[in-house]
């Protein structure tokens, strides 16, 4: 009898610092989640600008500010003058002609041509593509013409450094970011199937056309690609994903998911009572 009982305890010993062991593993894991999107989730405040031949050898670079940028090249907006994204459409026409819903404030910004900042490494040429690329990992590519000769619904694509509520970065949370200087203020969704090639186009869930998804943020690096870009276009994989098209206008996104994430290592810490 004494034995049965000794091996019961032993028995649930081995449960309960089993249990121990696996709450402390996840626990490590969620911290080091939290730990990369909080250091991911970075304004920037310079930029890299290059020029790759069509071999993949670097022709020219510089690195640049923002505060260079605006002393130095002309400025975009007015930071009075908002300017809108559109959202997916989920019910009716999914291109939504008419801009009806789901616009996407990225506020009064002021910023830089993408024009301009490619002249400053020699230009880009009518085969050429250039890359958008953010800190994250995340980058997108456009041609010539949307770049150097875009159609006034589209306007020009600018690179913003200021935004009137939140200033110059750090401050501005979701800088630097790109923004489509359509002639009406909104660059919908019926405008990027106009004036896009489908390359460039970004699709929610690769469903439903949304331009939000080009305002890339956090933008490091603008690259020239002689002769055209062949990697993979479209949205590759974040570094990691830790916004969608309805969170990633929010200042402070990052911050919120990670600590709502501590709370959750707070819940688990006194469930199992470690």
Not at 24 to 35: A, V
Not at 116 to 134: K, N, Q, R
Not at 242 to 258: R, Y
């Amino acid at each position: 009898m004494k034995t049965r009982k000794c091996s019961l305890c032993s028995h649930l010993l081995e449960i309960y610092f089993y249990k121990i062991y696996t709450a402390r593993i996840f626990l490590l894991i969620l911290m080091l989640l939290i730990f990369i999107a909080i250091s991911h989730a970075e304004p920037t405040s310079s930029l890299r600008v290059v020029k790759y031949s069509e071999d993949g050898l670097v022709l020219n670079e510089t690195t640049i500010t923002y505060e260079w940028m605006e002393s130095n090249l002309p400025v975009q907006g007015d930071g009075i003058t908002h300017y809108y994204h559109q959202g997916p459409v989920f019910e009716g026409d999914k291109w939504d002609p008419n801009e009806t819903e789901n616009f996407k404030d990225k506020g009064a910004v002021k910023g830089t041509n993408i024009k301009d900042l490619c002249d400053l490494v020699g230009g880009a040429f009518l085969d050429d593509d250039v890359m958008i690329h953010a800190i994250d990992g995340y980058h997108i590519e456009f041609g010539y013409s949307n770049i150097y000769t875009p159609q006034s619904r589209q306007g020009p694509i600018v690179l913003c450094w200021y935004e009137s509520e939140m200033g110059y970065p750090i401050d501005y949370y979701m800088g630097m970011r790109l923004v489509f200087f359509a002639d009406d203020n909104v660059f919908g969704n019926w405008d990027m199937h106009e004036c896009l090639p489908e390359k460039s186009q970004h699709f929610f869930g690769n469903l439903s056309p949304s331009t939000n998804g080009l305002s890339v943020r956090w933008v490091d690096e603008i690259g020239i690609y002689t002769g055209g870009y062949t990697g993979d276009h479209g949205v590759p994989a974040k570094s990691i994903p830790i916004s969608t098209e309805e969170s990633g206008d929010l200042p402070g996104f990052g911050v919120l998911s990670a600590f709502t994430g501590l709370l959750l290592v707070i819940y688990i810490l006194r469930k199992g009572r470690l």
